[in-house]
């Protein structure tokens, strides 16, 4: 079993920036993915970016060149880097995770409880 703690959420001003972290704990061995997705209130949950264990990354388009996604296998970390914060990015920020095992197969994922990023105009 895999467990997230997301931290590192907060109050900003548009145009400033926000580092979140997020720690994993438990059967890491079987991590494969990891990553964030953000939810606004009122609206569907979004990916903002993910990154495989061999450190290929994925964003959505609007974060693209904004957010930087970083993981560090040893110690099972995963940080979201966010500069040129807009309102728009106002939104609860999860940690997500994917984890699979061989033998037996086993592919589940995991959400953590989620870190509030507020952007003020």
């Known amino acids: 079993q895999v467990t997230l703690v997301e931290s590192g959420g907060g109050l900003v001003q548009a145009g400033g920036s926000l580092r979140l972290s997020c720690a994993a704990s438990?059967?890491?061995?079987?991590?494969?993915?990891m990553g964030w997705y953000r939810q606004a209130p009122g609206k569907e949950r979004e990916l903002v970016a993910r990154i495989t264990s061999g450190g290929l990354a994925n964003y959505a388009p609007s974060m693209r060149g904004r957010f930087t996604i970083s993981r560090d296998n040893a110690k099972n970390t995963v940080a979201l880097q966010m500069n040129s914060l807009k309102p728009e990015d106002t939104a609860v920020y999860y940690c997500?995770?994917?984890?699979?095992?061989?033998?037996?197969?086993?592919?589940?994922?995991?959400w953590g409880q989620g870190t509030l990023v507020t952007v003020s105009s």
């Open positions: 438990g059967d890491t061995i079987c991590i494969s993915a």
């Open positions: 997500h995770v994917d984890t699979v095992t061989a033998a037996p197969y086993r592919a589940l994922e995991v």
